[in-house]
């Protein structure tokens, strides 16, 4: 069955950069589109990024688009979310997605 699993979230200083991973299973990660989401207490769940190897196609959120790279390595079948330059602002649960399936998500802090 689709499961999807993140890790790599924790405490990071303003300017600082984290790595977030989120491993798949049960399906080809390169033949769907796959999205990063993030959510604050009290409010939606907003997308970031999306992301289509296949097509070579990958969009941001304008609040992070410049900052914030996601890709994947299809022999780990592993999607990654490279954030630089973060702001407290930043600060959120970040969930991997596709489709109606969602990991359990990894916090993210940033503050000093």
């Known amino acids: 069955q689709v499961k999807l699993v993140e890790s790599g979230g924790g405490l990071v200083q303003p300017g600082g950069s984290l790595t977030l991973s989120c491993e798949a299973s049960?399906?080809?990660?390169?033949?769907?589109?796959m999205n990063w989401y993030r959510q604050v207490p009290g409010k939606e769940r907003d997308l970031i990024a999306s992301?289509?190897?296949?097509?070579?196609?990958?969009v941001y959120a304008d609040p992070v688009e410049g900052r914030f790279t996601a890709s994947v390595d299809s022999a780990k079948n592993t999607l990654y979310l490279q954030m630089n330059s973060l702001k407290p602002e930043d600060t959120a649960v970040y969930y991997c997605?596709?489709?109606?399936?969602w990991g359990q998500g990894t916090q993210v802090t940033v503050s000093s």
């Open positions: 997605n596709r489709g109606r399936f």
């Open positions: 049960g399906f080809i990660i390169t033949e769907y589109y």
């Open positions: 992301i289509f190897i296949d097509g070579g196609n990958t």
